[in-house]
């Protein structure tokens, strides 16, 4: 007999460590539950049974799970017992019953009756020495299995759940403070992937939060260099198409039929070169999130079939006559004025309209001075990292002095001027003369004269490189793009600085 009662005893010690291992695998509170009652109704193979939890509101103990019962059958058992319950759970102390049919704690309790019920066993959960609960068990078949041996295996249970229980209920509270801090550090900070906490940009992340959780079109507008596709990239990776995919295409200084091409697609032998299908990249964007950058130098031809894909998510490849399907969300991209361009019939308005369902305008790094020392600081970090190096340093001089430049090229434009600084950088300190920017004029003619000063620039910079504007951009800081652009603008594109390399 001792043997056979050593044998069930290293049984059930086997069984407790496999328990704890299975409970202690489980984060989140409900599904614990379940499982520790799952446990221990198996166990003793109870009929039914349910655990109760302390609701530190109010202290009173409230039904979490019910097993072959319902909520309000277990609050049946749970009122004519409470002395039992209470019993339990205030003195930490496990309680075995026998027949609860003629035990008069359970005196007048319906359920009792009608179930027949014979065999009950309650035990506390305890943590630390104070009980946070409890599980009751009951049975009207089983009532051999209802042994003092089996009801302190289930109190050894209900110890290891009372941690797990905890553990589970800690960690519910960390996520949901660490929801808060992201919440929070979102609305001070903006997204991860934009540096800024001025006022200007605190309106632009307003924005691009209210519309993560939507599909609506989106329209990007804003000098070059201010962050357009980052916002984009933002949107998209914070959104609920995050796991899809992610396509950008400039569509300035493209041919029509080659951008055709590259948006829908073409079939083999629809051109000369055109020596096999080829899938656009509309089909490849399926699910996610197509970026459009430049929009406005899109030819009347494309607007013609983008309007098309935005009304119906329909479009057909170049030569071929089948109509494809694309679940895609549209956000592009303009340094232009788009309403201008409508005007001045050059842009279709009513795919304006498509396009222009939400508007977030980028302010010019001009226009958000304090966010310079912030960006620097964070470029000075990044290109630390890139490097494996220590961050080197900038004085309070040359952080006025960035600060009061107007910066054509905006953050892209600051960005390649700190890389370019911490490379000629003889030592740990950032001097003036590493900057190689112009010198800052007087404020107000700064101020009255940004966009021929901005001319003056470009010219004598574009003059220097003997026309090479390739060169040009990379002394400036700014993209071939921008550069482009600005001499289009001014008309010189044609007649000056013919050299792209």
Request: hydrophobic share 35%; with cysteine; glycine share 6%.
């Amino acid at each position: 007999m001792e043997q056979n009662q050593r044998i069930i005893d290293t049984e059930q010690l086997q069984a407790l460590f496999d328990i704890g291992q299975v409970i202690n695998s489980i984060a989140q509170k409900q599904p614990l539950l379940e499982k520790v009652m799952d446990i221990a109704t198996e166990a003793i193979r109870a009929d039914r049974g349910f655990l109760m939890l302390k609701d530190e509101s109010n202290g009173n103990l409230n039904v979490e799970v019910a097993r072959n019962m319902s909520e309000g059958q277990a609050d049946d058992i749970a009122k004519p017992s409470s002395s039992v319950i209470n019993k339990v759970f205030k003195e930490t102390k496990p309680l075995l019953l026998h027949n609860a049919l003629t035990d008069p704690r359970f005196s007048g309790s319906e359920s009792i009756i009608l179930q027949k019920i014979t065999a009950v066993t309650c035990v506390p959960l305890i943590l630390k020495g104070v009980s946070i609960g409890v599980i009751y068990l009951d049975s009207a078949a089983n009532r051999q299995e209802f042994t003092e041996s089996t009801m302190n295996f289930i109190q050894a249970i209900a110890n290891q759940a009372a941690i797990a229980i905890e553990n589970a209920r800690l960690l519910e509270e960390l996520q949901y403070e660490n929801r808060l801090l992201q919440s929070e550090l979102q609305r001070t900070y903006g997204f991860p992937e934009i540096i800024g906490t001025s006022a200007r940009m605190q309106e632009v992340f307003d924005i691009m939060r209210k519309i993560l959780s939507s599909d609506i079109s989106v329209l990007l507008q804003g000098e070059s260099g201010t962050g357009k596709e980052l916002v984009a990239r933002a949107v998209h990776y914070n959104g609920h198409r995050k796991d899809k995919p992610f396509v950008a295409q400039f569509c300035g200084n493209l041919s029509e039929s080659l951008l055709e091409s590259e948006l829908f697609g073409h079939k083999k032998g629809s051109f000369t070169g055109a020596i096999s299908d080829k899938r656009g990249l509309f089909e490849i964007a399926d699910g996610g999130t197509f970026f459009l950058d430049e929009i406005a130098d899109i030819s009347p031809t494309i607007q013609a079939k983008l309007l098309r894909v935005l009304q119906e998510g329909n479009f057909r490849r170049v030569g071929d006559t089948e109509d494809r399907h694309a679940d895609i969300r549209i956000i592009s991209a303009t340094n232009k004025n788009l309403s201008s361009e409508v005007e001045g019939g050059n842009f279709r308005e009513d795919l304006y309209y498509r396009l222009n369902v939400i508007t977030i305008t980028m302010p010019p790094l001009r226009e958000r001075r304090s966010d310079i020392p912030v960006l620097v600081d964070h470029f000075l970090k990044k290109i630390a990292e890139k490097h494996n190096q220590k961050p080197k340093r900038i004085s309070s001089e040359v952080m006025k002095t960035l600060a009061q430049y107007h910066w054509p090229g905006n953050v892209r434009e600051l960005e390649n001027t700190v890389e370019r600084a911490v490379v000629l950088a003889g030592d740990n300190i950032i001097s003036q003369s590493d900057l190689l920017i112009p010198q800052v004029e007087d404020s107000k003619t700064k101020t009255r004269n940004l966009k021929e000063q901005e001319k003056e620039i470009v010219l004598r910079t574009l003059e220097e490189c003997e026309g090479n504007k390739t060169r040009t951009a990379e002394i400036l800081g700014v993209s071939l793009r921008w550069l482009h652009y600005k001499l289009s603008e001014w008309n010189i594109g044609k007649n000056r600085g013919n050299q792209d390399s």
